[in-house]
């Protein structure tokens, strides 16, 4: 056809300009790469997330797939598929404000006897779309129940107090009977968690610094949630898609079906019930 018919004459008849046809044209010569973008997702998953254009580069090469390190990172770029250690931090040391340190009351002492007599918490980063999104649990060493979560963009005192909040409504604690152990992170050091505690006749514990071990069921938790979610490998939206997906594994899964050999293969209302009849 080309050979037959001189371009301007057919644009012209075409209603189409002669820029936009040569666009066109170099576009469509333009490969997409699909089966290449297929072997970077299926290597960077394999890798667990954790390696860059360089190294995916690399395990490409040994699967028959010779192509240039920059094309590799657009292709990466394209698709959104950003390591793990690049990642921006989540959040620093707090900073202004009054904090204060309690004592370690808990020791380590994580077989309790009765429901509402210790709770601990902690705070987890999951990155999103839109940057890092924060959750804070309440978790009931009794049963290992969630009784308390909030999701937030921001790592502050009141995401905690959200999820304490929370809790409270649900458990209704009897005042002073009640522990609550964290670590010695800023939103539980600060002067105002502090006061909401005294407030709410809650005795307040912190794990000694650096020591990971003193608040090991809530990291526990934690590494199980992102393990059986997968929530840390496939990127969500934004916070409420967080805030969604925690709806469902935490109220929906985790305590009403998941079974824990630590509560004789209960899960944990399971265990509350049992215990209760």
């Not at 902690?122 to 060493?141: E, K, R, S």
């Not at 010695?184 to 514990?205: A, F, K, N």
């Amino acid at each position: 056809m080309k050979g037959s018919h001189k371009v301007g004459r057919m644009c012209k008849a075409l209603e189409v300009s002669r820029s936009g046809l040569d666009d066109w044209s170099k576009r469509d010569k333009t490969p997409d790469h699909q089966e290449l973008r297929v072997a970077i997702h299926t290597t960077f998953k394999r890798l667990r997330c954790n390696y860059g254009h360089r190294s995916i580069r690399r395990e490409l090469v040994k699967q028959g797939h010779h192509h240039g390190r920059k094309l590799i990172l657009r292709l990466m770029s394209e698709e959104g598929l950003r390591p793990t250690a690049s990642l921006p931090k989540p959040y620093g040391k707090g900073k202004g404000g009054e904090h204060r340190v309690a004592k370690n009351r808990l020791k380590r002492k994580f077989e309790v006897k009765r429901a509402n007599r210790v709770w601990t918490s902690d705070i987890t980063y999951i990155w999103t779309a839109f940057g890092w999104v924060y959750l804070a649990v309440i978790l009931d060493l009794f049963s290992r129940r969630i009784v308390g979560w909030s999701v937030s963009d921001k790592p502050d005192t009141t995401l905690v107090k959200s999820a304490l909040s929370k809790a409270i409504r649900l458990r209704r604690p009897r005042r002073w009977r009640l522990m609550f152990h964290s670590d010695q992170g800023c939103q539980y050091t600060s002067i105002d968690l502090q006061q909401y505690l005294r407030d709410s006749g809650i005795l307040q514990s912190m794990s000694r610094r650096g020591q990971c071990w003193d608040n090991a069921p809530t990291e526990s938790f934690f590494g199980t949630m992102k393990q059986e979610t997968g929530i840390a490998k496939f990127i969500l939206d934004d916070c409420s898609a967080v805030e969604i997906a925690m709806l469902d594994w935490i109220d929906g899964w985790y305590n009403q079906t998941r079974r824990h050999t630590t509560l004789d293969g209960c899960s944990p209302i399971e265990f509350e019930l049992k215990m209760a009849a």
